[in-house]
Nanobody, 122 residues
Framework: QVQLVESGGGLVQAGGSLRLSCAASGSTISTYAMGWFRQAPGKEREVVAAINQNGVARYYANSVKGRFTISRHNAKNTVYLQMNSLKPEDTAVYYC???????????????WGQGTQVTVSS
């Protein structure tokens, strides 16, 4: 079983950047595919990005493609989401998740963090 803790959220102006981190404990993440999701007030949770166990395969939602980058450092048991050119519509709670299967664009991950708030002002 793996525990996930997100960090790095905050308030940023439009056009700015943030890097989110997801630190895992309880198990090595090298055997897990990882995903980043977000949920804005009044909206459904949506997948943002996903990465497979060795980091070769990556998926991005169309809304973030070219602006966000997902990466992982298995030795540090951490996954990252670099977010550039942020827009007000990126405002949401961001969650990381882990699953033994790589499931780009899917939501059925086994393990979830508590989330970190990202607010982008216009």
């Amino acid at each position: 079983q793996v525990q996930l803790v997100e960090s790095g959220g905050g308030l940023v102006q439009a056009g700015g950047s943030l890097r989110l981190s997801c630190a895992a404990s309880g198990s090595t993440i090298s055997t897990y595919a990882m995903g980043w999701f977000r949920q804005a007030p009044g909206k459904e949770r949506e997948v943002v990005a996903a990465i497979n166990q060795n980091g070769v395969a990556r998926y991005y939602a169309n809304s973030v493609k070219g602006r966000f980058t997902i990466s992982r450092h298995n030795a540090k048991n951490t996954v990252y989401l670099q977010m550039n050119s942020l827009k007000p519509e990126d405002t949401a709670v961001y969650y990381c998740a882990a699953d033994e299967s790589y499931m780009p664009a899917a939501y059925e991950y086994d393990y979830w963090g508590q989330g970190t708030q990202v607010t982008v002002s216009s």
